[in-house]
């Protein structure tokens, strides 16, 4: 008589095997991340950047294209210790990629957007100020190439340090190199 293998330790064995066949990955991750109050204060929000020694930061806002006009909203914080007075129109420079000023015309109170005009304003601790800078990517000819600016380095008012910001893009100023700016107001 002849015995026949027996199937079943073969069936087991491939059930065992093919058991984790076909089932999703584990998506839970609950267990790796400590909850919050574990974990340190600075990885729950960024910390600010160091205020200069003057006790203004300067940062810029994304800029907004229609129709071929630019804008962009700088801000200016007070995040020193002192009042911090301004009063007018803030002085611009647009630098090239190496840092070297480009050949531009600056306006102080642009038709293109509401300008308050120039007045004091005292800024205590905490408190910003704002003006809006406005641009065209007109190419007016084919001879002198079109003027991009990189970095736009502001004089938040006479005798003041000046502070370089790189906006989000480029300054692109088409080839009329013409940038308009507001005067200063204290933001919203």
Do not use: F
């Amino acid at each position: 008589m002849t015995r026949r293998p027996r199937a079943w330790p073969i069936i087991a064995a491939a059930v065992v095997l093919c058991g984790a066949c076909g089932s999703a990955p584990s998506t839970d991750t609950t267990a790796a991340v400590p909850p919050p109050s574990m974990l340190p204060k600075s990885a729950l929000s960024p910390s600010p950047p160091p205020c200069p020694p003057d006790g203004i930061s300067i940062t810029s806002d994304i800029p907004d294209a229609a129709l071929g006009l630019r804008a962009m909203r700088i801000k200016l914080a007070n995040c020193g210790t002192k009042p911090y007075t301004l009063n007018g129109y803030p002085g611009l420079t647009v630098l090239d990629a190496s840092r070297k000023p480009a050949p531009i015309r600056i306006v102080q109170g642009p038709t293109e957007v509401k300008d308050a005009g120039p007045h004091p304003l005292t800024l205590t601790p905490g408190k910003a100020a704002e003006a809006v800078v406005v641009w065209r990517n007109t190419v007016a000819d084919s001879v002198d190439p079109p003027i991009k600016g990189i970095y736009l380095q502001i004089v938040p008012a006479p005798g003041r340090q000046p502070q370089t910001i790189q906006p989000s893009g480029t300054l692109d100023l088409g080839t009329t190199g013409t940038l308009k700016t507001t005067a200063w107001t204290l933001s919203r």
